[in-house]
Nanobody, 122 residues
Framework: VQLQASGGGLVQPGGSLRLSCAVS????????MAWYRQAPGKERDLVAH???????VYAESVKGRFTISRDNAKNTVYLQMNSLKSEDTAVYYC?????????????????WGQGTQVTVSS
């Protein structure tokens, strides 16, 4: 199973980006999928999770601004990020776990993408 994250870039505060995570090698329909982020000198933190059934969980810092979604037909997961702030600057990673339920700990995910840089700056 391979995950390919894309869509990062430089955006001004208040702007939007949509990240994509394309998965190959296995259907994600039964997988729990997550987005994590890691800023320099900090731990990798959960941003959002979507279960195989479509239930979502968000970090408090992104609630109301970010939306995670999945398109099982395209084997892709998305993270729509609106009202971006400088503190959202980080490398964003997508992750997958064959158990479709929610897990917070990064160590519990089976597969990871390579990361995409998001920089929010004027």
């Amino acid at each position: 199973v391979q995950l390919q994250a894309s869509g990062g870039g430089l955006v001004q505060p208040g702007g939007s980006l949509r990240l994509s995570c394309a998965v190959s090698g296995r259907s994600i329909s039964r997988y729990g999928m997550a987005w994590y982020r890691q800023a320099p000198g900090k731990e990798r933190d959960l941003v959002a999770h979507i279960s195989s059934g479509g239930s979502t969980v968000y970090a408090e810092s992104v609630k109301g601004r970010f939306t995670i979604s999945r398109d099982n037909a395209k084997n892709t997961v998305y993270l729509q990020m609106n009202s971006l702030k400088s503190e959202d600057t980080a490398v964003y990673y997508c992750a997958a776990r064959s158990d479709g339920s929610y897990y917070r700990n990064a160590g519990q995910y089976d597969y990871w993408g390579q990361g995409t840089q998001v920089t929010v700056s004027s």
